[in-house]
């Protein structure tokens, strides 16, 4: 639970998580400000962001180590004293990324039919969820860059400059999709170009800002094929981890879909909400992330140790802490995200399974990032797996033997999924093997 006594340790925590929280939430700030002004347009258009936001998600999600992997790579070199390289490291992950987000946008846009398609939804539906995509995948290389480049500030233990370009992001964004979506009356389609104009806009400050300091410390500019090579494979544990939770969110959607129109359309305000809450837990973790990589660089052991358990106190009580504004704001949700009757009965649904889970979810960000903070990206690549087979296994339980439908849909997530992962995460974290000194970022077993 959380003390009331503020140590010099906690204040460290806080300095880089308070602000890492607006740079972190950006995107599910996007989507649910998406929601909220689709949401008023149908519960058609409403369930067609929900599969666009999904497929949206998962294909960013799955490339979140172009922030996760570069912040402990980046603030090991710096607490081994090694700024220039640091940045030059950062400056490989900013190559990587705007690398990654091309060949994405070439090879999804085309395929955007098929993968609507694949979510066999009504007509209508599919068509909204079609008019998203074709636009929402040109702003992937500005969202990949973003990632990237914040990863790069917050492993030089700088979380305010994110928050500033993010906070400036979700302004305009804001403005945006009101003057394009009623103003101009472009629908889902204006909403989807004003998320890319916003998700540009971002990348080009926080690229210049990285750029300067690179020249600053006469860190190199130009591609390094060694540097993007070094930056993917240290990646690449994270990539499998990361696939895991995408599947098991997009199980979730699936399943969703098979329930019914109004049920998909609550499932998306259910991850809109569970995005921006769930991933503000995870603001802790970021700052564990960039706090444990710059001790294990410095060779601070005992540090790393303490970091460790404060951020698991941290994490448990922001949890529970959040629990009680959630339920409250119910009434308040109801009205705001939709003026659909069927989908609005089925928001408290959603609100009270989401609220019982958070400090579960507390817990198990905070582990997840002081692993990856260490360079852990194997154990967490195997248990992902392990994770996702268990939830599934839980998840066919609920839906097709107990016929639970959406209560029973989002405890097995809220519930099941994470306590699995509380529990191999947790197990680790009791355990040394982690825990690597020095200035190479290794994944964990290698």
Known sequence: MLRCRVTSLDRDILRLAVPSLGALVAEPVFVLTDTAMVGHLGAPALAGLGIASTVLQTAVGLLIFLAYATTPIVARRLGAGDRPGALSAGVDGLWLALGLGVVLLATLLPLSPVIVGAFGVEAAVATAALDYLTIAWWGIPGMLLVLAATGVLRGLQDARTPLIVAAAGFTANIALNAA?????????????????????????????????????????????????????????????????????????????????????????????????????????????????????????????????????????????????????????????????????ALIPLAVVTLAVGLPLAGLVFVLDGVLIGAGDGRYLAVTGILNLIAYLAVLAIAIGMLSTGLAGLFLSFMIGYLAARAATLGWRARGTRWIVTGASHKTGGE
């Open 180 to 344: 394009l979506i009623y103003g101009l009356g472009l629908g889902v389609a204006g909403s989807a170009l004003g998320t890319v104009i916003a998700q540009w806009g971002m990348a080009a400050v926080l690229v210049a800002l990285v750029v300067r300091a690179a020249r600053r410390e006469h860190a190199a500019l130009r591609p390094s094929a060694l540097g993007i090579r070094a930056a993917g494979q240290a990646g690449s544990w994270l990539l499998v981890r990361t696939l895991s939770l995408r599947i098991a969110l997009v199980v979730t959607v699936v399943v969703a879909a098979e329930l019914g129109t109004d049920e998909l359309a609550a499932t998306q305000i259910w991850f809109a909400l569970y995005s921006l809450l769930a991933l503000a837990l995870d603001a802790l973790a970021i700052a564990g992330q960039a706090l444990i990589g710059h001790d294990l660089g410095a060779g601070n052991v005992p540090r790393v140790h303490a970091i460790t358990r404060r951020l698991v106190g941290w994490g448990v009580g922001v949890g529970v802490a959040l629990m009680v504004p959630l339920l409250a704001a119910t009434p308040l949700l109801t009205i705001a995200m939709t003026s659909d009757d069927g989908v609005r």
